[in-house]
């Protein structure tokens, strides 16, 4: 079996999309299916073309015994609606170009949604190849762009909207990363074959038992704190505010330290943001490789994981989630529906708290801190749950095996 991985975010960028396909990819490979992948010049989340890669068109590298293929794409860090189509629209008709011209044939086309327009490409590259387009949805579009009022033209979102059930029709399988999402599609397209892709963890990589506590030090944390942190993605859709809003509330609790680990359109603001509620707790770090993501959240006591408090995101399972939980951190999740059934009722992994509500989040902070026992123990039950349902090595093994019965 051959496949082609489209997609515009893939290492050495640093984030959550990126780390996922690639974990998938070496997988499928080490199954014995053949991998190629199809993806633009790194860039995200600076927008910046990484320096080896700047002035190229096309380049082709091996990462992880995968053929990597990639084109160019026009990158800006401006946050307006032209730059960004423009940012979608060259990758779509570079992909397309490149993958037509220097790829051979395939199985499938397997294309990362979103960006949805992807899809266009992946669409004419699977119809040239002869192969079966599975579009991968890890979020839903346009439906979250128009609840984010990140996209408000009315015709933009109708095209969009004809562009996604145009790309459901096509696909010979549907994936969606949540069980909610996979509901949406099925409700909409009752006889399309949907299936649950579920992110997850490397166990082996992520092992607590592997990493000690040195980056304390380096945090500056002294023996009585607690360090409460973010790591992820400094977008509009995680809303970030509430922990700095939390924070505040929070100065008489000396030791009670936040963190904020990551880059994204919205540190800017979220640093002014703290240095207008005069918070003293709060440290903003720069992005970490890979090889330090473990000591990271090893020196950690509770990760923070929160998002918009909008219906959309109660089908949401932010990736970060994982890794924590892999490594023994109990979690405090601002995050309703899907996400919270799975990892705090079933899992007893960490608590939770009220979406965009500071007041919530501090009771919840406040709880957790005097508990060190409860910390231990949520920590713990964290571990065993995503060993049990969300281990890689094992979704890459049901995955193959759904593709080898595709009709």
Same mark, same amino acid.
């Given at each position: 079996?051959k496949i082609?991985?489209l997609?515009?975010?893939?290492p050495?960028?640093?984030?959550?999309?990126?780390n996922?396909?690639?974990?998938?990819?070496?997988?499928l490979?080490?199954?014995?299916?053949?991998?190629?992948?199809?993806?633009?010049?790194?860039?995200y989340?600076?927008m910046?073309?990484h320096?080896?890669y700047k002035g190229?068109?096309t380049m082709?590298?091996?990462?992880?015994?995968?053929?990597?293929l990639r084109?160019w794409?026009?990158?800006?860090q401006?946050?307006s609606?032209l730059?960004?189509?423009?940012?979608?629209?060259?990758?779509?008709?570079?992909?397309f170009?490149?993958?037509n011209f220097?790829?051979?044939?395939?199985?499938?086309?397997?294309?990362?949604?979103?960006?949805l327009?992807?899809?266009?490409?992946?669409y004419?590259?699977?119809?040239i190849?002869?192969?079966?387009?599975?579009f991968?949805?890890?979020?839903?579009w346009p439906?979250?762009?128009?609840?984010?009022?990140?996209?408000?033209?009315?015709?933009?979102?109708n095209?969009?909207?004809?562009l996604?059930?145009?790309?459901?029709?096509?696909a010979?399988?549907?994936t969606?990363q949540?069980?909610?999402i996979?509901?949406?599609i099925?409700?909409r397209?009752?006889?399309?074959?949907?299936?649950?892709l579920?992110n997850?963890?490397?166990?082996s990589?992520?092992n607590?038992?592997?990493?000690?506590?040195?980056?304390?030090?380096?945090l500056?944390?002294?023996?009585g704190d607690?360090a409460?942190?973010?790591?992820?993605i400094?977008?509009?859709?995680?809303?970030?505010?509430?922990i700095?809003k939390?924070?505040?509330?929070?100065?008489?609790?000396?030791?009670? =330290?936040f963190f /904020?680990?990551g880059? @994204?359109?919205?540190? #800017?603001?979220?640093i002014?943001? !703290? &240095?207008s509620?005069?918070?003293t707790s709060v440290?903003?770090?720069d992005?970490?490789?890979?090889?330090?993501?473990?000591?990271?959240?090893?020196a950690?006591d509770?990760?923070?994981?929160?998002?918009?408090?909008?219906p959309?995101f109660e089908?949401?399972?932010?990736?970060?989630?994982?890794?924590?939980?892999?490594?023994?951190?109990?979690?405090?999740l601002?995050?309703?529906?899907?996400? =919270?059934?799975l /990892?705090?009722e079933? @899992?007893?992994?960490? #608590?939770?708290?009220?979406?965009? !509500? &500071?007041?919530?989040?501090?009771e919840?902070?406040l709880?957790?801190?005097?508990?060190?026992?409860?910390?231990?123990t949520m920590?713990?039950?964290?571990?065993?749950?995503?060993?049990?349902?969300?281990?890689?090595d094992?979704?890459a093994?049901?995955?193959?095996e759904?593709?080898?019965?595709?009709?």
């Amino acid at each position: 079996m051959k496949i082609l991985l489209l997609t515009q975010y893939f290492p050495p960028e640093v984030g959550a999309p990126q780390n996922r396909l690639f974990e998938l990819a070496i997988r499928l490979k080490a199954s014995g299916v053949e991998v190629d992948v199809l993806t633009a010049m790194p860039n995200y989340p600076s927008m910046l073309i990484h320096d080896e890669y700047k002035g190229r068109f096309t380049m082709q590298e091996e990462m992880g015994g995968m053929k990597v293929l990639r084109s160019w794409i026009f990158v800006s860090q401006s946050k307006s609606i032209l730059p960004r189509l423009l940012n979608y629209f060259s990758f779509v008709f570079t992909s397309f170009f490149v993958g037509n011209f220097k790829l051979g044939k395939y199985d499938y086309v397997f294309c990362e949604s979103p960006p949805l327009f992807l899809g266009l490409s992946a669409y004419a590259l699977s119809v040239i190849k002869r192969a079966g387009l599975i579009f991968n949805v890890s979020d839903l579009w346009p439906e979250s762009a128009e609840k984010l009022d990140i996209i408000r033209n009315k015709f933009l979102l109708n095209s969009a909207t004809v562009l996604e059930e145009f790309l459901y029709k096509k696909a010979v399988l549907v994936t969606g990363q949540t069980q909610g999402i996979v509901a949406n599609i099925s409700s909409r397209f009752p006889e399309k074959e949907c299936y649950w892709l579920p992110n997850g963890v490397d166990l082996s990589y992520y092992n607590p038992v592997q990493y000690d506590r040195s980056w304390r030090e380096k945090l500056g944390l002294n023996e009585g704190d607690i360090a409460l942190a973010y790591a992820g993605i400094h977008g509009h859709a995680q809303g970030l505010e509430v922990i700095l809003k939390a924070a505040a509330l929070l100065q008489d609790q000396p030791h009670l =330290k936040f963190f /904020f680990l990551g880059s @994204g359109p919205e540190k #800017k603001e979220l640093i002014e943001l !703290n &240095e207008s509620l005069g918070n003293t707790s709060v440290q903003f770090l720069d992005v970490i490789g890979k090889g330090e993501m473990p000591f990271f959240i090893s020196a950690i006591d509770v990760s923070i994981i929160p998002l918009k408090n909008i219906p959309l995101f109660e089908g949401a399972i932010p990736s970060k989630i994982f890794e924590s939980l892999s490594m023994k951190k109990p979690i405090l999740l601002g995050v309703k529906g899907e996400a =919270k059934e799975l /990892f705090i009722e079933r @899992g007893k992994a960490g #608590k939770t708290f009220i979406p965009e !509500n &500071e007041v919530s989040l501090k009771e919840e902070i406040l709880s957790l801190s005097s508990d060190p026992g409860g910390i231990k123990t949520m920590g713990e039950n964290g571990r065993k749950y995503v060993e049990l349902a969300f281990n890689r090595d094992t979704i890459a093994t049901a995955f193959v095996e759904v593709l080898e019965n595709i009709k």
